[in-house]
């Protein structure tokens, strides 16, 4: 384990959803995470601004977008988070489309269980891990 926490972002309506995962993740033994609870996608994007997540699980039922939607609208600026989406009721033709296009990294079905859950994070913080590494040699080639 490393001294960083990993920033993790959960965002859905439902606050027993985000207490729920919130318990599960900050309660395993895969990472230390600082984990910010958000219940729209516009409070997210305010946020996004003041603290960049390594990781984002997102609902795909959103007020007034989806969760796709929103993974779309924020992977220019911010192409190295790790993007989760979460639903019980998801159009698998725009998921499959959003998964191709690296929109989405991984899907969980609701209902989910601690397991599917620890499970994809682990893959996750693989995926940021490698992130990290990339994120540097980019700035690092910036300068020439």
Same mark, same amino acid.
């Given at each position: 384990?490393?001294?960083?926490?990993?920033?993790?972002?959960?965002?859905?309506?439902? /606050?027993?959803?985000?207490?729920?995962? =919130? %318990?599960?993740?900050?309660?395993?033994?895969?990472?230390?995470?600082?984990?910010? $609870?958000?219940?729209? +996608?516009?409070?997210?994007?305010?946020?996004?601004?003041?603290?960049? /997540?390594?990781?984002?699980?997102?609902? %795909?039922?959103?007020?007034?977008?989806? @969760?796709?939607?929103?993974?779309?609208?924020?992977? *220019? &600026?911010? /192409?190295? *988070? *790790?993007?989760?989406?979460?639903? @019980?009721?998801?159009? %698998? @033709?725009? !998921?499959?489309? +959003?998964? !191709?296009? @690296? +929109?989405?990294?991984?899907?969980? =079905?609701?209902?989910?269980?601690?397991?599917?859950?620890?499970?994809?994070?682990?893959?996750? *913080?693989?995926?940021?891990?490698?992130? %990290?590494?990339?994120? &540097?040699?980019? $700035?690092?080639?910036? &300068?020439?």
């Amino acid at each position: 384990m490393s001294e960083k926490k990993i920033r993790l972002m959960i965002i859905d309506d439902e /606050p027993q959803i985000r207490k729920v995962l =919130s %318990y599960i993740i900050l309660n395993s033994e895969i990472e230390k995470f600082e984990i910010i $609870e958000i219940e729209t +996608a516009e409070d997210a994007l305010r946020m996004l601004k003041v603290k960049e /997540p390594d990781i984002i699980i997102c609902d %795909y039922l959103l007020e007034n977008t989806s @969760g796709i939607d929103f993974f779309k609208k924020i992977s *220019v &600026d911010y /192409p190295f *988070v *790790v993007k989760i989406l979460i639903s @019980g009721n998801v159009n %698998y @033709g725009e !998921l499959r489309d +959003a998964v !191709l296009r @690296g +929109a989405v990294f991984k899907f969980l =079905s609701k209902p989910f269980n601690e397991e599917e859950i620890l499970s994809v994070l682990k893959e996750a *913080v693989i995926k940021v891990r490698d992130n %990290y590494q990339k994120k &540097d040699l980019a $700035e690092r080639l910036k &300068d020439f």
